[in-house]
């Protein structure tokens, strides 16, 4: 299985970055989502969406948008109206089928909000 993020990088505050992962070698994919991680803090959950259904974190709630193409086995993460305190790396995730279930992680992608 083959989890990789894109589109992290430098934004101003206030500013807008879309995050894209996409998934291959599964067979099936159950739900897909996005976690962060800021230095010296745990990792935690952003958003997820499984079929139709999204779950926000409630820092998220309102600035971010997750969605996702069961075709191409992708999931982004609009996110608008960012702060210095969402700078962190953030880690796209799936729970999916190969020869069983398990959760698969990407590598992470760095945010950057500052001036």
């Known amino acids: 299985v083959l989890v990789e993020e894109s589109g992290g990088g430098l934004v101003q505050p206030g500013g807008s970055l879309t995050l894209s992962c996409e998934v291959s070698?599964?067979?099936?994919?159950?739900?897909m989502g996005w976690y962060r991680q800021a230095p010296g803090k745990q990792r935690d959950l952003v958003a997820t969406?499984?079929?139709?259904?999204?779950t926000y974190a409630d820092f998220a709630k309102g600035r971010f948008t997750i969605s996702r193409d069961n075709g191409k086995n992708t999931v982004d993460l609009q996110m608008n109206s960012l702060k210095p305190e969402d700078t962190a790396v953030y880690y796209c995730?799936?729970?999916?089928?190969?020869?069983?279930?398990?959760?698969?992680w990407g590598r992470g992608t760095q945010v950057t909000v500052s001036s």
């Open positions: 070698g599964s067979t099936y994919i159950y739900t």
């Open positions: 995730y799936a729970d999916l089928i190969t020869y069983r279930r398990e959760d698969a």
């Open positions: 969406i499984t079929g139709g259904m999204t």
